[in-house]
């Protein structure tokens, strides 16, 4: 939440760049999304053993 704060600004009255912050949205969820799937495949992997 801070760094949403630094964004805005003490007062505001900044604007906050939307696109910059869709954009790492997208980016963390895809991340997230491959990560899950890794551990998917860890998990199957350690039942195997």
């Given amino acids: ?3 949403y704060r630094l964004h805005l600004g003490a ?3 900044e604007a ?3 696109e910059a912050l869709r954009t790492e ?3 963390l969820q895809q991340k ?3 990560l899950m ?3 998917k495949e860890l998990k199957k ?3 195997a053993v």
Wanted: hydrophobic fraction near 45%; aromatic fraction near 0%; charged fraction near 25%.
């Fill in 1 to 3: 939440m801070a760094h």
């Fill in 11 to 13: 007062a505001g009255s």
């Fill in 16 to 18: 906050v760049d939307v």
């Fill in 25 to 27: 949205l997208a980016e």
């Fill in 32 to 34: 997230c999304n491959l």
């Fill in 37 to 39: 799937e890794e551990n």
């Fill in 45 to 47: 992997q350690a039942d």
